[in-house]
């Protein structure tokens, strides 16, 4: 190819120097000489030359260490969308693995990790409490034995229950308590406390069947009842929150735990219960008590609705008002409690009466033999100051409902189940 004009690029051939002259050279006088002397001036440094094939290979050299420096700038710029594009996916891989790790916490919590439920963990539970000898061997194989009749039967085998309190309270607030203006309590229910089986997440169904034996003791709900005429074990309790689903309650509640609870230790809470009450057509509510109503992230507002539940048929003069009111499910995050009744002090601050399936058998017999200084009556009570979660609910059954009704509800229910206080 001829050789290009490093100035303006121009093909000049053999002609070069005479080009360049032409174009673009310049006489300068050559420093400390009086002669006259063509000199050419590099255009990219003003590097004077006195030849044309000097001027040539001096700005060659340029245009390869620029292109050399551009070529370096690429392979930088290469390199640090290499780098970036690894730390991407570096970052997005911890935070894929601590969304794994962190969904997969909340299985276990919530029961729902495939590890076994109410069967698996009572087994496991009794051979470690063998291992550390703190039950023989021939108790582990009869309470084997009993739970795997309790499961064949799907009736609870009442290890846990305790009856009898709700009369022993009446008793003790006739004669007692002289700082107490009037009480309500709930028609009789029997207490049950969470097993070897259910520890650590059977509280909604312990809860439920203290509400369900106390539904059991009133004759007004034994059309309702008549297919549940015993308490029914935890694992047959699921089973019929699953026959309630296929009804066709709460198919968004229902997703939540893939349609199945049987064999798994899945928490349920109030829309469970709700959907379970109204499929055996006990006719109930859920109101929720979104966020706090008082100071310091109190509810008065919640015990002022428990008050009114138990108050409202009852307005009698007697300081014991012994109702025919069911206990009340209350639901917090991580907990669920029943509430058998409600205290008004003198002061007229309120008192709830809590029944908490935490609480051993132990601890509640000691109440059929309540003191006459009333300490025992402090497990159950909790003051307004005493209950300041975010948020609570509460299932509160107030009738029977008839098929049409029944009906409506489970269709009400697939878009609305609660109603919230403001």
């Known amino acids: 190819a001829p050789p290009k004009c490093p100035f303006c690029g121009e093909a000049a051939g053999r002609e070069l120097e005479e080009h360049v002259r032409a ?50 700038d690429m392979r930088d710029l290469e390199l640090a969308q290499q780098l970036q594009t ?11 693995k601590r969304e794994r790790e962190e969904f997969e916490k909340l299985q276990r919590q919530y029961g729902l990790d495939n590890s076994g439920g109410f069967k698996q963990q009572y087994l496991k539970n009794m051979e470690r409490e063998v291992d550390r000898g703190r039950m023989q061997p ?41 700082d107490v203006r009037r009480v309500w309590l709930s028609a009789g229910v029997d207490h049950f406390h969470s097993s070897l089986g259910d520890r650590g997440w059977g509280c909604g169904y312990r809860n439920f069947q203290m509400l369900l034996s106390s539904l059991l003791q009133n004759s007004f709900y034994n059309d309702c009842l008549r297919d549940t005429t015993l308490i029914p074990s935890i694992p047959k309790i699921q089973s019929m929150i699953e026959d309630a689903w296929r009804e066709g309650f709460d198919p ?8 199945r609870l049987h064999g798994s230790k899945a928490w349920i809470g109030a829309c469970e219960i709700y959907s379970l009450l109204t499929s055996l057509r006990i006719k109930c509510q859920i109101i929720d008590f ?37 206990p009340i ?7 669920s409690r029943t509430v058998v009744g409600i205290e008004e002090k003198k002061n007229r601050s309120l008192c709830l009466l809590l029944f908490d399936p935490g609480c051993s058998s132990q601890q509640m017999q000691k109440l059929l033999k309540q003191n006459s200084d009333g300490t025992g009556l402090r497990l159950l009570q909790k003051f307004v100051g005493s209950l300041k979660e975010k948020q609570y609910q509460i299932v509160a059954v107030d009738g029977v409902l008839s098929l049409e009704e029944k009906a409506a509800r489970c269709r009400a229910s697939q878009v609305l189940t609660s109603e919230k206080i403001p």
Request: net charge negative; hydrophobic share 25%; glycine share 10%.
């Open 329 to 335: 499910y209350l639901q917090h995050q991580g907990h």
């Open 23 to 72: 174009r673009h050279g310049h006489l300068l006088d050559a420093p400390g000489t009086g002669n006259t002397e063509q000199l050419y001036e590099c255009p990219m440094c003003s590097l004077t030359c006195t030849n044309i094939q000097i001027l040539e290979e001096h700005v060659n050299l340029h245009l390869e260490e620029h292109n050399f420096s551009e070529g370096g």
């Open 290 to 326: 979104h966020k706090p109503t008082g100071p310091m992230g109190t509810h008065p507002r919640l015990f002022e609705w428990i008050l009114h539940y138990y108050s409202a048929d009852n307005e009698g003069g007697a300081k014991v008002v012994c109702t025919s009111k069911p």
């Open 138 to 178: 021939f108790e582990y194989h009869k309470r084997k034995a009993d739970m795997m009749e309790s499961l064949a039967s799907g009736i609870d085998d009442g290890r846990t229950k305790t009856s009898g309190v709700i009369e022993a309270l009446c008793k003790y607030y006739q004669s007692e308590n002289k």
């Open 252 to 259: 968004h509640g229902a997703s939540h735990f893939n349609n």
């Open 86 to 96: 690894e730390e991407d996916e570096r970052q997005r891989s911890e935070e894929e």
